[in-house]
């Protein structure tokens, strides 16, 4: 999962075929693969008409020596600037003959560029606003856990609730006006040799219930071990997997600084033996 967010408004693409010279039919291939490519994203983009309080991506084409780039513009809803990027030189003659297939390839690799300035912004508006989650601590709920044998699901929330409280957000009691909600989920699975695997997920969602991030927990165990009290390794499972965690909500939280827009792996974690 791609952890970026857009800016709260619907993002809204102004394809003009005159400042991108191309016809009306072409300008709109062009503006819908840009929005398709978006809203893949989890940008909330459309080549539509625009309405009041939306962003706006403005789009043109601009000449570079032999070559046409297409070129970005993001502008509020009061119409002001707020960054621009570019797409990858295309051949002129290639961009003037207008072929859905070549105009389509041009939207799809301009999408990441785009992306990444959305996520720019994004990052410049929360550091402004001192209510905004990089200027505060995250309020957090952790549900209860599901799945688990034995003593599993009480020990693992109550240790996860303490872990991550230790780490700076604001650990809740109940869903209510919280900014993220973590789920945890335990699988056991039989395997060879009188064996189980553990898969315990964290999934991390916001207040939208748009999952976020998930911490994925693997290990393999004697089976019917953990049948019982799981104790330490309650205690062990909840440390690694709060910091992944942690690592989810301060990246939505904008609060990882510059590239912190990429996916975060799965903190594959090894659960300890028992005592």
């Given at each position: 999962?791609?952890?970026?967010?857009?800016?709260?408004?619907?993002?809204?693409?102004?394809?003009?075929?005159?400042?991108?010279?191309?016809?009306?039919?072409?300008?709109?291939?062009?503006?819908?693969?840009?929005?398709?490519?978006?809203?893949?994203?989890?940008?909330?983009?459309?080549?539509?008409?625009?309405?009041?309080?939306?962003?706006?991506?403005?789009?043109?084409?601009?000449?570079?020596?032999?070559?046409?780039?297409?070129?970005?513009?993001?502008?509020?809803?009061?119409?002001?600037?707020?960054?621009?990027?570019?797409?990858?030189?295309?051949?002129?003659?290639?961009?003037?003959?207008?072929?859905p297939a070549t105009l389509r390839q041009a939207a799809?690799?301009?999408?990441?560029?785009?992306?990444?300035?959305?996520?720019?912004?994004?990052?410049?508006?929360?550091?402004?606003?001192?209510?905004?989650?990089?200027?505060?601590?995250?309020?957090?709920?952790?549900?209860?856990?599901?799945?688990?044998?034995?003593?599993?699901?009480?020990?693992?929330?109550?240790?996860?609730?303490g872990k991550l409280e230790k780490l700076g957000p604001?650990?809740?009691?109940?869903?209510?006006?919280?900014?993220?909600?973590?789920?945890?989920?335990?699988?056991?699975?039989?395997?060879?040799?009188?064996?189980?695997?553990?898969?315990?997920?964290?999934?991390?969602?916001?207040?939208?219930?748009?999952?976020?991030?998930?911490?994925?927990?693997?290990?393999?165990?004697?089976?019917?071990?953990?049948?019982?009290?799981?104790?330490?390794?309650?205690?062990?499972?909840?440390?690694?997997?709060?910091?992944?965690?942690?690592?989810?909500?301060?990246?939505?939280?904008?609060?990882?600084?510059?590239?912190?827009?990429?996916?975060?792996k799965p903190d594959e974690t090894r659960l300890g033996?028992?005592?």
């Amino acid at each position: 999962m791609r952890l970026a967010q857009p800016p709260p408004s619907r993002l809204a693409i102004e394809a003009a075929p005159e400042a991108l010279r191309l016809s009306a039919d072409n300008g709109r291939i062009f503006a819908d693969t840009l929005a398709a490519g978006l809203q893949a994203l989890e940008v909330p983009a459309d080549a539509g008409r625009v309405q009041s309080g939306d962003w706006r991506l403005a789009l043109r084409a601009e000449d570079h020596g032999g070559d046409v780039v297409p070129a970005f513009v993001v502008r509020d809803p009061t119409g002001r600037d707020r960054g621009a990027t570019e797409g990858r030189p295309i051949p002129g003659f290639l961009w003037q003959e207008g072929s859905p297939a070549t105009l389509r390839q041009a939207a799809a690799d301009a999408v990441p560029a785009i992306s990444d300035l959305l996520t720019r912004i994004q990052a410049r508006e929360q550091r402004a606003d001192p209510n905004s989650l990089f200027n505060r601590p995250a309020k957090v709920f952790v549900a209860a856990v599901t799945g688990a044998p034995g003593d599993g699901n009480l020990s693992l929330t109550s240790q996860l609730r303490g872990k991550l409280e230790k780490l700076g957000p604001v650990v809740q009691d109940t869903a209510t006006g919280a900014d993220f909600t973590v789920r945890g989920e335990v699988r056991m699975v039989a395997i060879a040799g009188r064996q189980q695997r553990v898969e315990i997920q964290w999934i991390v969602t916001d207040a939208a219930a748009r999952e976020r991030g998930r911490v994925v927990q693997l290990n393999e165990i004697p089976a019917g071990t953990l049948n019982g009290f799981w104790g330490d390794i309650a205690v062990v499972v909840a440390t690694e997997a709060s910091g992944g965690v942690r690592d989810v909500i301060l990246t939505q939280s904008g609060r990882r600084g510059p590239g912190s827009e990429v996916p975060i792996k799965p903190d594959e974690t090894r659960l300890g033996a028992p005592s």
